[in-house]
C-alpha cells in the first residue's frame, strides 16, 4: 500500500502546506482532496492520539490509499457537502481546512479516465464515476453559444467561437467520443507550436464543466468561514488563474464578489487574515522533480 500512495501522485508542495497549517497535535483538520493521501500522511504525523483527520475524496480509486489509522475519517464524497458531512460525525468546528484543488498524476494516467491528451480514450473526464454528465456529452448536447461560453470562460481559448463552430458542424455528420478522434476534428483551430498549451486548455475545460469545478470551489469556500475555529488556517493549493483569481478574492474579502467591507473605524470585516499576500509557488528543485508541479500556487488565510 505504501508504494502505490508514493507512485500514485507527489504530494505538492508539501513542506509549505504543512508549515502554513501550524498544527495543533490535538486538533481537527480537513483534507477535502485525499487522493493519493500525501498530505493527509503529512498532517497525522504532527497529530497526536487525540488529534482527528477527517479526509474527503469523491474518487472511488481514492478508497485504496487510505491508511489505517484511527484518527482518520474517510469521506467518499464531493467537498461541496463538507459542513453536512461534517454534521453527520458530530464536528462543528475544526483547526485546519486544506485542499489542493489539482487533478492527480494517477487520473492523469489513466488513459480510460480521458483527462490527459496523450491517450487514445473516451471523452469521460469525470472525477467521480457515479455521475452521469461526461466530456462526450458536452459536445454532443450542449449548443454553439453555451460551448463558445464554456471554451472562453474555462479555457481562456481565444478563438473559442471558432472552436465551438467546428464541433457543432463535425457533429451532424459524427459522434465525437474519442480523445484522438477529438483533436483530429479541432487541428484546424489549434495554433501552430502552441499545440500542447491549446489543447490543455481545451481538455482544462470540458473537464471543470463536467465537474463543475467552478461551482464546487465556490460553495466549498462559503462553509470555511463557519466552520473554522479562531486562528484556524484554510490553505488552498490552484493550478489555473480561475480558481486562484477566486480563492485569492475570497481571503481578502470573505465574499464571492471581493466586495470590501469594513467597520465604522475602517476595519476590513472579512473573516479571514491573509497570511500570504503573494502566493507561494514551488521552488525550482520541486518544479524539476515533479514537472506537474509548476502552475501550482499555496494561499493561506486565517479565521479572526
Known amino acids: 500500500m505504501e508504494t502505490l500512495r508514493n507512485t500514485y501522485h507527489k504530494p ?10 501550524q498544527i495543533i497535535p490535538d486538533g481537527i483538520y480537513v483534507d477535502v482532496t485525499f487522493g493519493a493521501g500525501g498530505h493527509a500522511s503529512a498532517i497525522l504525523q504532527h497529530l497526536n492520539e487525540k488529534g482527528r483527520l477527517i479526509a474527503f475524496d469523491q474518487d472511488e ?8 489509522d484511527t484518527r482518520l475519517t474517510f469521506i467518499h464524497a464531493n467537498f461541496r457537502y463538507l459542513k453536512k458531512h461534517l454534521k453527520l460525525h458530530h464536528i462543528e468546528k475544526v483547526n485546519g481546512i486544506f485542499a489542493d484543488l489539482g487533478v492527480s498524476s494517477h487520473q492523469f494516467d489513466q488513459a480510460e479516465r480521458g483527462f490527459s491528451t496523450r491517450f487514445e480514450a473516451p471523452l469521460d473526464m469525470r472525477m467521480d464515476k457515479r455521475k452521469s454528465l461526461t466530456a462526450a456529452e458536452i459536445l454532443a448536447s450542449y ?25 457543432v458542424d463535425h457533429r451532424k455528420n459524427e459522434t465525437i467520443t474519442q480523445s484522438k478522434q477529438f483533436i483530429e476534428i479541432i487541428k ?9 498549451k491549446y ?26 468561514s463557519d466552520l473554522l475555529a479562531p486562528k484556524g488556517r484554510l490553505l488552498i493549493i490552484s ?6 483569481r477566486l480563492v485569492k478574492q475570497f481571503m481578502r474579502s470573505g465574499n464571492l464578489e471581493d466586495k470590501l467591507e469594513k467597520d465604522f473605524y475602517g476595519n476590513n470585516l472579512s473573516p479571514f487574515m491573509v497570511i500570504n499576500r503573494k502566493a507561494i509557488v514551488p521552488s525550482p528543485a520541486e518544479i524539476n ?3 506537474r508541479s509548476r502552475s501550482a500556487k499555496l494561499r493561506i488565510a486565517e479565521k479572526k
Do not use: W
Not at 143 to 167: C, H, M, W
Open 61 to 68: 480509486d481514492a478508497k485504496h490509499n487510505i491508511p489505517e
Open 199 to 224: 489543447l490543455a486548455q481545451v481538455f482544462q475545460a470540458l473537464r471543470i464543466e463536467v465537474n463543475q469545478e467552478m461551482d464546487v470551489l465556490k460553495e466549498f469556500l462559503l462553509q470555511t
Open 239 to 244: 493550478y489555473h488563474s480561475l480558481e486562484d
Open 188 to 196: 484546424s483551430c489549434i495554433p501552430k507550436q502552441k499545440e500542447y
Open 12 to 21: 505538492v508542495l508539501l513542506s509549505e502546506s504543512i508549515h502554513g497549517l
Open 289 to 291: 522533480e515533479n514537472n
Open 143 to 167: 449548443d454553439l453559444a453555451t460551448l463558445v461560453k464554456l471554451f472562453s470562460q474555462y479555457g481562456e481559448i481565444p478563438n473559442a467561437k471558432r472552436l465551438a463552430q467546428r464541433i
